[in-house]
């Protein structure tokens, strides 16, 4: 497709065909609904593009749940498209602002803290992976988007269950709210296999790659509350620890716990895939610079990593990875109070996702897929000991 703006911005943007109805979809809430690379942080950045190249200079935002995610993957996506179309802009760094020769500006924004959002009035907004944004944030996001010929917003995303995001583009669906959904396979640009490579089976793979909204049944952990466990905690002088679960093709997760056994919070995520493992040892190291944790609690089958973070003068140590028993240890935590911080976005997703086979809610392992942060929070706390205080009765 081309568009031009008063002779001004000019673009050209080579899109898939559905990829290209959505962009091209004037509805005010179109929802980009895809597996693992199916083209959804294209499609929203093109969608900008082409929002931009079509009205008036104006305000618009481009967000992310987090700012490591705006800043890796969103927002670069975003501006590698504007540098392939030749548009001379400016980043500035100090306010997450780009700016158009247009006249147009977009604000960057992080939507883990949604009260920073308050103010602006949008011509246009793209959230990108607003499956893992709190409903709350979207809410604010549509609020804002009110000026210009017709403003706009839209969300791209792999779902996560049946959260908001299922009943706003499917069960509660409106002509303001059209859908698109992508399978991986769709993306012509993924190498031969992509999807397949992933090793999702199941559910998960119905989700994962198949972008379907699942219900997931016998769930690990159904206490777990997002209004009783998601919070900010002024916790920086608490105690800290940290837990990692390695993976490659997979993500790997670093939590950074604090508090004691009694009384718990996950102040910080690390989640990505395809680190090398130079790139997951650094991780871990600058985590640790700046909490100064007790232990590192490691994947016990990561032995090399384990060696390796020790010779360079860090406390890790061998995980307990018996499974049965940290569940049971984060299902305690979870009844004492544990709490988790709203950036953690990958954590809270995979324990509202993290489920028995067949659904059933007995001794049994969970489903291996999905659970890179659980496992870490299982080593996290099924590591420590507890103390135990009080009288025996005799
Ligand atoms: N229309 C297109 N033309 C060229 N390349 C494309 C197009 N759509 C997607 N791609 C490429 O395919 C790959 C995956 O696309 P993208 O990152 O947009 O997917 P995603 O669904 O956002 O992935 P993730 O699940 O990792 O967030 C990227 O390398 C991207 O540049
Ligand atoms: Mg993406």
Known sequence: MSATAAGVLDVRLDLFPRQLRFVLDPAR????VGGIGAGKSHAGAAKMLAKVATTPPGLSMVAAPTYPMLRDATARTLMRLMTDAGWPYRLHRSDNVITLTSGHEIILRSLDNPETLRGPNLDAAWVDEASLVAREAWQIVKGRVRSGPAPQAWTT????????CWEEWERDADADHPLYRVRTDENPELPEGFGPSLGYTGAFAAQE???EFVAFEGLVWPGFRRDRHVARVACDDWRATLAVDIGTRNPTAILTL???PERRHVQAEVYRRNMSSEEIVAAVEAEADRVRPERIWIDPSAAAYIETLRRHGYPAAKANNDVVYGVGMVATALDEGLTIDPSCVNLI?????YHYPDG???DDKPVKEFDHACD???YGIAS???RMTGQLAY
Request: glycine share 18%; charged share 30%; net charge positive.
């Open 209 to 211: 790659l198949g972008g």
């Open 376 to 378: 870490a929070l299982r």
């Open 258 to 260: 604090r508090g004691e």
């Open 349 to 353: 997703a995979e324990m509202e996702s």
């Open 384 to 386: 420590e000991g507890r």
């Open 29 to 32: 809430f179109p929802g980009y």
């Open 360 to 362: 059933r809610a007995n």
């Open 157 to 164: 995303f792999t779902p996560k269950g049946r959260n908001w």
